[in-house]
Every structure is written in structure tokens, then in C-alpha cells.
């Protein structure tokens, strides 16, 4: 991928102040909401099945996050989707947890089949939960056993391609070494902090950077997927940089925002580490 490329996605969804219509989980509805803003998003909260039809028809993408499901909750996924669907946005898939209970793994599992899903983005246990191959996850934690290392990189790919081609979606694994791939090409993201593992809601608020990136390049959404996931390692980064002697785990949350605000083209075309895998 040429650098331009992720300057440009970036560009893009800073002039288009994309609106995104986030379902997701409690813990970190908050915090999605101001990732969105910071990176020039601009996100609507909305589960109440009356409610949610006429909110994804005013906005651009749809994010579906099951990380606090309920009976409601599963069913304004539903016609919230079934409404992106027609009317052609974007949807991201976080299937937060799956693999940890029924209920979870069923849900995402049925999300996927019946709604025209463009875009998953977990961990590796989520995604192979997914996909029917997972080891045991650990909570919303990826097990240690599924984790990406450079020794396993090619075989993970692999994997998540041929996921991507049974789907139809685009699929981001994140983890230290993250993954993103369609059907017929991988790329591998190098940027990250370990820290972002020590708060709640990394993941969540990168899944709703996926859907602006989305809404904001249309017509390259591999690319924007790998943009979204480049610019949040990054901020995490720049954000662990900024930590000092008295910060702790909720500084670090607040840098990380921080930087997604100030993060521009030209800091992330110069910052990323990106990798397209043979």
C-alpha cells in the first residue's frame, strides 16, 4: 500500500466529518463517541429497536458491538442493519467476547450470516470463535494461545483471508501484530502500545474509527480499514510517549484521545508500519 494512500483515508474522513451510528456495548459507549470526535467523526448512540431504523438513515455507517448484549439491544442491532443494508452503508462487526458464552458467539455468528456485514474487527480468539475454530478466549481477552507473533504471521493471514472470502467482509484482527485482509490481500500493522491492553475500550473505539474511515472512502474500504488500524496504533504510541513518572492507565486513556485529535495525514503517512504480506 502506498503511503499516499493512508494519508489521503485520513484526509478524507477529517473533510467529511462522517456520521456514525455506533451500537455498542456500555462500558465504552462514552469513549467511542469521543474517539469519534476526535479523529472528525461524528457519532450518534442509539440501541432502542423503535429508534434505530431512523437513526442509521441519517447517518453513513453502522457499528454493531455486542460487548453488553441483551434481548433489545440484539434486536436494534437487527433493524438497524437490516436498514444500513438497504440503503448501502457501511457495516462493522465487533464481535466482542464471542467464544466466552452461547449467546455471544450465536449472535455475532447470526449477525453475520443475515446482514450485509463489510467489515469484522476483534482479536484472534473472537475472530476464530467466529469462524468455529477457537480455542477457549479468555473474557473479551484474546486467549495467549491465539495470539499473531511474527513466527506465526504467514499462517494467520492465511487464515484470516480465507475468512474474509467465506464472508464476503473485510477482516481485522488486532492484537501485537495487527492483521487486516480482504480475499486476495493481507497487510500486516506494527504500530500499538501494550498499554492500550490496559484499558477498557481500545478495541471498541478503533471498530468505530473502522466504520469513519469506512463512510469516508468508499471506494477503498481495505485500505480505509488498514488506515483506521494504523492511526489508532499510532495514537497509542504517541500516546505512551506523552506518559509521565505520576501517569497511570486512565492518563493514558486520555492521551490516547488526545492523539487521535491531533493526529493528522502527514504524522500518520510518516508513522505507520505497514506491511502487505505475500
Known sequence: ????????????VRAGSPLVHSITNYVTVNDCANALLAIGASPIMSDEPADVADITSI??????????????????????????????????????????SALRTWTAGDLLDKLPVGIVRGNMSEVK?????????????ANPDDAVTEG????????????????GAIVAVTGAIDIVADAERAFAVRNGSPLMGRITGAGCMLTCLVAAFAVANPDSPLEATVAA???????????????????????FRTYLIDALFRLDGEALEAGARVEELG
Open 1 to 12: 500500500m502506498q503511503p499516499f494512500a493512508l494519508k489521503r483515508a485520513l484526509d478524507n
Open 229 to 251: 488500524v494504523a492511526s489508532m496504533g499510532l495514537a497509542g504510541q504517541q500516546a505512551q510517549a506523552r506518559m509521565g513518572g505520576l501517569d497511570g492507565n486512565a492518563s
Open 59 to 100: 447517518c453513513g455507517g453502522l457499528v454493531l458491538n455486542i460487548g453488553t448484549l441483551n434481548e433489545r439491544t440484539i434486536a436494534g442491532m437487527f433493524a438497524a442493519g437490516e436498514r444500513a443494508g438497504e440503503l448501502g452503508h457501511p457495516i462493522v462487526l465487533d464481535p466482542v467476547g464471542a467464544g466466552a
Open 152 to 167: 506465526n504471521l504467514a499462517a494467520s493471514a492465511a487464515f484470516v483471508r480465507q475468512l474474509a472470502a467465506k464472508t
Open 129 to 141: 470463535a467466529l469462524a468455529g475454530a477457537a480455542a477457549a478466549t479468555r473474557g473479551v481477552d
